[in-house]
C-alpha cells in the first residue's frame, strides 16, 4: 500500500506535468495521459483535464505499477531539467543584457486544451512562444483569457455553418491564477469611464517561460463589463477597444506588479499598441519627466510587427469614441491634450476626423516595424506609406522577419521519431546546422515509411469524424457503419484546410467541379480530398463558400473520396498537416501576408501546391513543391482566378499525380521521396519558429537592448537631449531650403553641386544626398553630397557636390534633404524630408 506523503508527491508530479504545457509538444508524456483516461486525451488531449477527472483510486492504482511510476519520474526530471539548463541564448548571447522579452498578442493558440486564438495570428504567437522556451530566450507572453474564446463551427444538414460558444471554465484549463506573495490571487484595479474594475491574473507555464492572461469575469466587476473578455475580438468596437485597453494598460501594470520591467516589448499587431503608452507612463513616472520624452525614451525597445496585407484589416476607432475613453488617462496619466493623443494614431495629426488607428500608434511608438515576410514587406510599405509622406516607397522603414512554425507542436509521432533518428533528440533547440545534411542521408524507403504511416493515422482520425458528424445529424446507424469504409491509406492524399474568406478562394478547387470529380474518382490512381475551415460569423459570402462545399462532399460519385471536416481547430489542424501528401493553398496575391498552414506540412514529409504569395513565394523551388500564379497582381480578378484553375488543375492531372503513383520495384515512389526530401531538408528549418525567434532575437532584440539602455540611462539624459534635438529640427525645418543646381558631364561621370539654406539646423544634423528612383535595368541610387564651403553664420548657405557615374540621364537625378542624427532611425524617427524642385 501507498502511503500517504508518496502518494501526495508522485500526484504532485502529474499535477506539474499537467501545467506545463510542454505536452503540447512532447510526444513524451502522451502514455502518461494515455494510461490515466485513455477515451478523455483523445477526444480533448487536455492532461490537465483528465486530471480534474480522473478517480483518485485510479490514480493511485497506476502509481503503484512501477513501469508507470519510472516513466513519469524520468519525464518530471527531464522537464525540469529542460526548464533550468542552459539553452542556445545562454549559450551564444551570455553578456546581452537582455532579461525580458514582453511578447503581447490578443491571441495564442498553444493548444486545443486552452482555446484563446481565431486562427494565424494567435498560431505565431504561441508557436514563437514555445521556440522561445526551447532557446533560453527570456520571453513572456501577454495575452487575455477569453470566457468564450472564439466560436466552434456547427453545420446544419442543409449545409450552413453555425457559430457555437462552449465556455471555457478556468478549472479545467491547464492554467494558475497569478499569486501575490502572501498567497492573495493578483487582481489588478483598472478605470473605465464611471467605473473602476478589477483585472483578474492568471499564469500558464510554456516550458522554461510563461504566458500571463487577464479578465474581468470578476464577480465585484458589474456584468457588462465582465462580459468584455468573453469573446475573442468581441462583438463591436467599443467592446474591442476595452479589450485592448484591458491587453495592453492592465498587461503592462501585471508586468510592473510582478517586478518585471522588460528591455523589449513586442507587439503582436496592432491590437496591444497601449502597451507602449502605459509603458512611457510608468518611465514618466519612474524618473519625473515628460511624455515626450518618456516615449522617446522607451520606444527604442518597441518592436511592432504587423500581420495585416490590407488597411481595411487595421483596428481603428471613432476620434469620439477614443475621446471618452481616454481623455482622463491622456491629461492625468500622460500629461498631454487629448487632441495630442489623438494625434499618435493618425496620418494627419490636425485632422479632426480621421479615425485612431492603432497600428499608426504602434508604428509611431516603436524603435522598430517587421512584416512577416519578404512579400508581405513590400504590402505594409504600402499600407504605412500614409505616415511617410514624400518618402519613397522603398524607403518606408518597414523590414520583415518571415514566420515559422514551431516544428514539435506538429510533427506526428512518426515524424518526430523519424528526425530524432536522423538528427537527434535536441534537434529544435539549438541553431540547427547540419540538418539539412542529415535529412539527405535517409533512406528512400525510411522517408516513405514514415508518410505511408502518417496517411494511414489520417484515414482512422477521418473516418472516425465524420462517423460522429452523421451521428451528431441523426444518420440512420447504417450510414454511420458505411463511412468507416471511405477513404484509401494508400491512395494520395490532398488537404485544404484554412480559415475561410473570400480572398483566399477556397472554391478554386470548384472552378470546374467535373474536372476535380475526374480526378478523385480515377480507379487506377485515386485522389482523396479533406476540407476543413471556418468562416467568420458575419462573413456571409465566406460562409456560401462552405456551404458549396458540403453540397459537393454529398455527390453520389464523390462521397467517399472527399470530406468537409467541421469545426476546424488546432487539434484537426495537427491530424491534417501530420497526414496529408500535398497541402493546397490559393490565395489572391497579395493578400497573404506570410500564411504558416503549409509550413505545418514540411517536417512531416507533406510537399506544397500553393499561389507564389506569402512565405511559398520564398520558399518555392520546382524540386520542393509546385506554384501556381506569375508572382504578380492583376485587376481583372474573374481572368485571375479562371486562369489559376486551369493552372491548378493541370499541375494535379500532369505533375503531382503521375509522380505520386510512379514507384519502383519495391513500391517506393523514388522521384516523390526525392521531393520529400529536399521539402524536408531544405525548407523545415528555414521555416521553423526556432529560426524566426533566432532572428527576431539577433536583429531586433539584442539591439533594442543597446538602442534602449543607451536612452534610458541616468534616468533619460539621452531621450532628454534628442527630444530637444527633434524639437528644434522640426521648428525650423520649414525655413530649409534649396537655391541653385549646377550640372556637368565629362570623362564618364555627372557632376552635381547645390545650394542649401540650413538656417538654424546645425549641419551636422543633415544628410544631403543624391537620389534617383529605380528606372529600366537601372536600381534605386542613393549617396551622400559632400559638403564643400563652411556655413556662413550670417545667412546659413552652404554648398554641396557629388560626383556619380554618366550611365544614367541627370534628370534621373534629384537631391534632397534629411535629418539625421547617429541615435535615431530615420525616417522612423524623423521624418522630414526636402526635395530639390
Request: charged letters at 25%; glycine letters at 8%.
Amino acid at each position: 500500500m501507498q502511503n500517504q506523503t508518496d502518494f501526495k508527491e508522485a500526484f504532485d508530479a502529474l499535477r506539474e506535468l499537467a501545467l506545463d504545457v510542454r505536452w503540447s509538444w512532447s510526444h513524451a508524456t502522451d502514455t502518461i495521459w494515455q494510461a490515466l483516461d485513455a477515451e478523455m486525451w483523445a477526444l480533448t488531449r487536455n492532461p490537465w483535464a483528465i486530471m480534474r477527472s480522473v478517480a483518485r483510486d485510479r490514480i493511485r492504482t497506476l502509481l503503484s505499477d512501477p513501469e508507470f511510476s519510472t516513466n513519469l519520474n524520468a519525464q518530471l526530471a527531464e522537464s525540469r531539467r529542460l526548464r533550468l539548463a542552459p539553452g542556445w541564448f545562454q549559450e551564444t548571447h551570455p553578456n546581452s543584457g537582455l532579461r525580458t522579452v514582453a511578447y503581447f498578442s490578443a491571441e495564442f493558440m498553444l493548444d486545443e486544451a486552452l482555446p484563446l486564438y481565431s486562427g494565424g495570428l494567435g498560431n505565431v504567437a504561441g508557436d514563437q512562444l514555445k521556440a522561445a522556451s526551447d532557446l533560453g530566450v527570456p520571453v513572456v507572453g501577454v495575452g487575455l483569457l477569453y470566457a468564450r474564446g472564439y466560436f466552434r463551427q456547427s453545420i446544419t444538414p442543409d449545409g450552413r455553418q453555425e457559430a457555437l460558444y462552449p465556455v471555457n471554465e478556468p478549472d479545467q484549463l491547464p492554467l494558475r491564477p497569478l499569486r501575490e506573495p502572501s498567497g492573495e490571487w493578483l487582481r489588478l484595479e483598472l478605470e473605465l469611464p464611471g467605473y473602476r474594475l478589477w483585472v483578474r491574473t492568471w499564469e500558464v507555464q510554456v516550458g522554461r517561460t510563461k504566458l500571463f492572461l487577464l479578465d474581468l469575469n470578476d464577480p465585484a466587476n458589474p456584468p457588462a463589463y465582465r462580459c468584455i473578455t468573453s469573446e475573442l475580438y468581441g462583438d463591436g468596437p467599443e467592446t474591442r477597444l476595452k479589450q485592448e485597453m484591458v491587453l495592453g494598460i492592465g498587461g503592462w501594470r501585471l508586468l510592473r506588479a510582478i517586478g518585471l520591467n522588460p528591455e523589449i516589448c513586442h507587439l503582436n499587431e496592432g491590437h496591444v499598441a497601449f502597451a507602449t503608452l502605459e509603458r512611457a507612463r510608468f518611465f514618466m513616472q519612474d524618473h519625473g519627466v515628460p511624455f515626450a520624452e518618456a516615449l522617446l525614451a522607451t520606444r527604442a525597445g518597441n518592436l511592432f510587427t504587423t500581420h495585416t496585407a490590407v488597411t481595411e484589416g487595421v483596428d481603428r476607432f471613432p476620434p469620439d469614441m477614443m475621446a471618452r475613453f481616454f481623455r482622463r488617462y491622456a491629461e492625468k496619466e500622460l500629461g498631454i491634450s487629448v487632441e495630442e493623443f489623438l494625434a499618435l494614431g493618425r496620418s494627419d495629426p490636425r485632422n479632426a476626423s480621421e479615425p485612431f488607428n492603432m497600428a499608426y500608434l504602434a508604428v509611431r511608438a516603436s524603435g522598430a516595424v517587421t512584416g512577416v515576410s519578404a512579400p508581405h514587406e513590400r504590402v505594409s510599405k504600402l499600407v504605412f506609406r500614409p505616415l511617410f509622406p514624400r518618402w519613397p516607397l522603398a524607403e518606408v522603414p518597414i523590414g520583415h522577419v518571415t514566420n515559422g512554425v514551431h516544428v514539435p507542436t506538429w510533427d506526428s509521432a512518426a515524424a518526430d521519431t523519424f528526425w530524432t533518428e536522423v538528427a537527434g533528440k535536441d534537434r529544435w533547440r539549438g541553431d540547427l546546422a547540419g540538418h539539412e545534411a542529415a535529412i539527405r542521408d535517409a533512406p528512400p524507403a525510411r522517408i516513405w515509411q514514415m508518410r505511408t504511416e502518417g496517411r494511414r493515422q489520417l484515414v482512422e482520425e477521418v473516418r472516425g469524424r465524420c462517423a460522429r458528424q452523421l451521428a451528431e445529424d441523426g444518420a440512420p446507424e447504417a450510414e454511420i457503419d458505411a463511412v468507416h469504409a471511405i477513404f484509401d491509406s494508400d491512395a494520395l492524399t490532398l488537404g485544404f484546410a484554412r480559415r475561410f474568406a473570400t480572398y483566399k478562394r477556397p472554391d478554386l478547387l470548384l472552378f470546374d467541379p467535373e474536372r476535380l470529380v475526374h480526378l478523385l474518382t480515377d480507379r487506377q490512381r485515386p485522389v482523396q480530398l479533406i476540407v476543413a475551415g471556418k468562416a467568420h460569423p458575419r462573413d456571409i459570402a465566406s460562409q456560401a463558400l462552405i456551404k458549396l462545399w458540403t453540397d459537393f462532399t454529398k455527390r453520389e460519385d464523390v462521397r467517399s473520396r472527399v470530406v468537409f471536416l467541421r469545426d476546424y481547430n488546432m487539434q484537426l489542424a495537427q491530424q491534417l498537416v501530420q497526414g496529408v501528401d500535398v497541402w493546397i493553398n490559393t490565395p489572391r496575391r497579395p493578400w497573404e501576408a506570410s500564411g504558416t498552414s503549409g509550413m505545418k506540412v514540411l517536417v512531416n514529409g507533406g510537399l506544397n501546391l500553393s499561389e507564389i504569395d506569402g512565405w511559398w513565394a520564398e520558399a518555392f523551388a520546382p524540386d520542393v513543391g509546385w506554384a501556381i500564379g506569375d508572382g504578380g497582381e492583376h485587376d481583372d480578378i474573374i481572368d485571375l482566378d479562371r486562369r489559376e484553375a486551369v493552372e491548378l488543375y493541370a499541375h494535379l492531372e500532369r505533375d503531382v499525380v503521375p509522380e505520386f503513383y510512379e514507384r519502383d520495384a519495391s513500391g517506393v515512389p523514388l522521384r516523390w521521396v526525392d521531393r520529400i526530401r529536399e521539402s524536408m531538408a531544405r525548407l523545415t528549418p528555414r521555416f521553423s519558429a526556432n529560426r524566426a525567434v533566432r532572428e527576431y532575437t539577433e536583429d531586433f532584440y539584442l539591439p533594442g537592448v543597446r538602442a534602449h539602455a543607451a536612452r534610458t540611462a541616468k534616468g533619460g539624459e539621452a531621450a532628454h537631449a534628442l527630444c530637444q534635438w527633434k524639437a528644434q529640427v522640426s521648428r525650423c525645418w520649414p525655413h530649409v531650403h534649396f537655391g541653385e543646381i549646377r550640372t556637368t558631364t565629362a570623362d564618364g561621370e555627372h557632376v552635381f553641386s547645390v545650394e542649401v539654406y540650413l538656417g538654424d539646423v546645425p549641419v551636422e544634423s543633415v544628410r544631403v544626398e543624391l537620389y534617383a528612383d529605380a528606372v529600366g535595368r537601372w536600381p534605386v541610387f542613393k549617396g551622400g553630397m559632400e559638403r564643400l564651403l563652411p556655413a556662413i553664420p550670417s545667412d546659413g548657405w552652404n554648398l554641396y557636390s557629388a560626383h556619380v557615374p554618366a550611365e544614367r540621364p541627370v534628370s534621373d537625378f534629384t537631391a534632397r534633404i534629411v535629418p539625421f542624427h547617429p541615435d535615431l532611425s530615420v525616417p522612423l524617427e524623423a521624418g522630414e524630408i526636402l526635395w530639390q524642385r
